[in-house]
């Protein structure tokens, strides 16, 4: 990757939040992305998530989240999020790529669980570069 440092320039300076309502893969996953990030925001399922949000409707530069969670799931959070803000970058964690490619149209990025870190850098520098 060519821009490297500048990604994780940028990526320095991002609120970021980030839903899993995995206890196990939420820790492992928040101890990589505490290597790119230093604000993160996180939340354990749709519905808090959503809540954190509209907290701070035009701080977060990124949200990161699982689909699959309790009280409410990831599609529903991610359309409550738009209809309050269509420019907010969301990346998607999915274990099935094409399957949730049918269904959520309007994110930046769908991302294998566990994530991959130069993918995610990959798709930083796609999501973030001027």
Avoid: W
């Avoid at 529903?76 to 269904?103: G, H, S």
């Amino acid at each position: 990757m060519n821009n490297l440092d500048a990604v994780l320039s940028v990526s320095k300076k991002m609120k970021v939040l980030y839903v899993e309502d995995n206890e196990v893969a939420r820790e492992s996953t928040l101890g990589l992305l505490s290597n790119i990030f230093t604000d993160i925001v996180v939340a354990v399922d749709g519905q808090e998530g959503l809540n954190e949000f509209l907290k701070d409707t035009t701080g977060y530069n990124l949200i990161i989240s699982d689909i699959n969670m309790p009280n409410m799931n990831g599609r529903e959070m991610i359309q409550r999020v738009r209809e309050i803000d269509e420019n907010v970058i969301i990346f998607v964690l999915t274990a099935d790529i094409e399957a949730e490619r049918k269904v959520i149209k309007n994110v930046n990025a769908y991302l294998h669980k566990p994530i991959d870190f130069m993918k995610l850098l990959m798709e930083l520098e796609k999501n973030f570069s001027s």
